[in-house]
């Protein structure tokens, strides 16, 4: 396991179309967070997970956005009825659970909404 | 809320320039500071880091000193190479449990180095 993976990379998507995001983090970090940003603009928190539990929502997470940890282990992050503001890239991260640890983070998912 | 602060950019400099990027933060308590990077095409690294007032984070020739009573953490690197190149982000990690280890972010520096 050589870090945090993202899939997919990149996602063209037409308004009103629901897309589903992946992340895997490093294998031993319990903590795992998502992350949006937008050009010009350095990243924004969206939710964090402990294990499965989700402990974490910003206000930016409207309830068209859902995350998931099921086991723990890898994270979906859906968007239904995707909406051009949605446009941004979506950044995963992981780290161990204890302190303020250092952060890993993957390449992160562009999303264009057409 | 928690907030960071960073100068405005871009900033274009010559190889072998020295380098300041300007981070100031509002945070209660003693919030842990760090700067990450980004490459083009990659995902954020870490680049240094500072938990407490005074300390002083240095990594591949950047440094940055942990200032409580400016609450400031600018970065610095005496001698740029056109490799430096990406986009710098200063951001804090809240004191306290409850912060989960999550991170506020600054909007980013853009670094361009010239040959």
């Known amino acids: 396991d050589t870090g945090v993976s993202q899939d997919p990379r990149h996602k063209i998507t037409k308004r009103g179309q629901n897309v589903t995001f992946r992340c895997d983090p490093i294998?031993?970090?319990?903590?795992l967070y998502w992350y949006r940003q937008t050009l010009g603009q350095g990243p924004e928190f969206l939710t964090y997970?402990?294990?499965?539990?989700?402990?974490?929502k910003s206000r930016l997470l409207s309830d068209r956005f859902s995350a998931e940890r099921p086991k723990g282990s890898f994270s979906t992050l859906e968007i239904q009825r995707t909406e051009q503001g949605d446009s941004a890239m979506y950044l995963c991260?992981?780290?161990?659970?204890?302190?303020?640890?250092?952060?890993?983070f993957g390449q992160g998912t562009r999303l264009t909404v057409v | 809320g928690d907030s960071v602060t960073q100068m405005e950019g871009p900033v274009t400099l010559s190889e072998e320039a020295f380098l300041t990027i300007n981070c100031t933060y509002t945070?209660?308590?003693?919030?842990?500071l760090f700067w990450y990077v980004q490459y083009p095409g990659e995902g954020l690294q870490l680049l240094l880091k500072?938990?407490?007032?005074?300390d002083k984070g240095s990594n591949k020739g950047f440094e940055a000193t942990y200032r409580k009573e400016t609450t400031s953490f600018h970065l610095e690197k005496g001698s740029v190479q056109v490799s430096d190149s990406a986009v710098y982000f200063c951001?804090?990690?809240?004191?306290?449990?409850?912060?989960?280890?999550?991170?506020?972010f600054g909007q980013g520096t853009i670094l361009t180095v010239h040959p």
């Open positions: 991260a992981s780290s161990l659970n204890w302190g303020n640890t250092e952060a890993f």
């Open positions: 294998s031993e970090h319990n903590r």
């Open positions: 997970f402990q294990n499965e539990a989700q402990l974490e």
């Open positions: 945070a209660t308590g003693y919030p842990s």
């Open positions: 500072a938990t407490k007032a005074d």
């Open positions: 951001a804090l990690i809240r004191a306290g449990g409850t912060s989960y280890g999550k991170l506020t």
